[in-house]
C-alpha cells in the first residue's frame, strides 16, 4: 500500500511540475511571437509602401507617354498643314521636321 501511495504522489507530482513547465514554455513562446510580429510588421508595412510608391510611378510613366503620343500626333497634323502651306523640297521639310 506504502508503494501505491508513493506511486500515485510522484504520478501527481509529476503532472504539476509538468503543468507549470508547460505554462511557462507557453508563456515563452507567446513573448517570442510578440517578438516576432514586432520585426516583421515594420517590415511588412515598408513593403506595401514600396507597392503603392511603384503603382503610383507607373501611372505616372503610363500617363506621361500617353501625353507624349498626344504630342507627336498633334506635331504630325500641324507640320503636314504647314507643309501644305509653303513651297519647299521634301528634303527641306524633312530637315525642318528633323529640327
Do not use: C, H, R
Request: aromatic share 6%.
Amino acid at each position: 500500500m506504502a508503494d501505491l501511495e508513493k506511486t500515485v504522489s510522484i504520478v501527481f507530482k509529476g503532472v504539476d511540475d509538468l503543468s507549470k513547465t508547460i505554462s511557462s514554455i507557453s508563456s515563452g513562446l507567446s513573448g517570442l511571437e510578440s517578438s516576432i510580429s514586432g520585426v516583421t510588421q515594420p517590415m511588412a508595412d515598408i513593403a506595401a509602401g514600396v507597392l503603392k510608391a511603384e503603382a503610383a510611378l507607373a501611372a505616372l510613366a503610363a500617363g506621361g507617354l500617353a501625353v507624349a503620343v498626344k504630342e507627336a500626333g498633334s506635331f504630325g497634323d500641324a507640320f503636314n498643314e504647314i507643309s501644305t502651306l509653303i513651297d519647299g523640297t521634301e528634303e527641306n521639310f524633312d530637315s525642318f521636321k528633323k529640327s
